[in-house]
T-cell receptor, first 114, second 113 residues
């Protein structure tokens, strides 16, 4: 497994502002992902964070709204831009290892938009 | 594309009862992986088990056991002698060659004294 930390653990933000969430892993990993979990719902993949290139977004998620950076193999950021109350969710990063594709999750960032 | 169905939205049992959480998956991939995760009230997602498509051997880990049946596309999870600490939301998930996890909707397990 891997030790994954996220900052901040929670935040309350005003509508129209942006928040950047950080994800740090204690070892180099090839695969990093960002998920959203809306209240009482399951997890939905936002994007795959690719080291050295643009992230790969899932249907329904766009780079302008959720820009992602991944400068190296241990760190990634997700920005939630121009927030609205509908963005209130838990945002989780995960790391995956080949060839088993097991994914381990960070503790999550609980975001509330007012 | 993967699809995972967890038909049980919520289950409530009394401590020491056995409980089975159902998971049915759909995939066109010949190689795929199945997972179970636990999400306690604290919110963190805890990895429990991984199974690959060419290994139908069932697994037991303490009070937990998993039954993988390709014939019925099911990967069910049983907790024996449940405890209050087992109260959580349990997610079944799958991934194929694209290595992206697809989650089921989750089953909330409530274990009471």
């Amino acid at each position: 497994s891997a030790v994954i930390s996220q900052k901040p653990s929670r935040d309350i933000c005003q509508r129209g502002t942006s928040l950047t969430i950080q994800c740090q892993v204690d070892s180099q990993v090839t695969m990093m992902f960002w998920y959203r979990q809306q209240p009482g719902q399951s997890l939905t993949l936002i994007a795959t964070a690719n080291q050295g290139s643009e992230a790969t977004y899932e249907s329904g998620f766009v780079i302008d709204k959720f820009p992602i950076s991944r400068p190296n193999l241990t760190f990634s950021t997700l920005t939630v831009s121009n927030m609205s109350p509908e963005d209130s969710s838990i945002y989780l990063c995960s790391v995956g290892r080949e060839p088993t594709y097991e994914q381990y999750f960070g503790p999550g960032t609980r975001l509330t938009v007012t | 594309a993967q699809k995972v169905t967890q038909a049980q939205t919520e289950i409530s049992v009394v401590e020491k009862e056995d409980v089975t959480l159902d998971c049915v998956y759909e995939t066109r991939d010949t190689t795929y992986y199945l997972f179970w995760y636990k999400q306690p009230p604290s919110g963190e997602l805890v990895f429990l088990i991984r199974r690959n498509s060419f290994d139908e051997q069932n697994e037991i880990s303490g009070r937990y056991s998993w039954n993988f049946q390709k014939s019925t596309s099911s990967f069910n999870f049983t907790i024996t002698a449940s405890q209050v600490v087992d109260s959580a939301v349990y997610f079944c998930a799958s991934t194929g060659t694209a290595s992206k996890l697809t989650f089921g909707t989750g089953t909330r397990l409530q274990v009471t004294l």
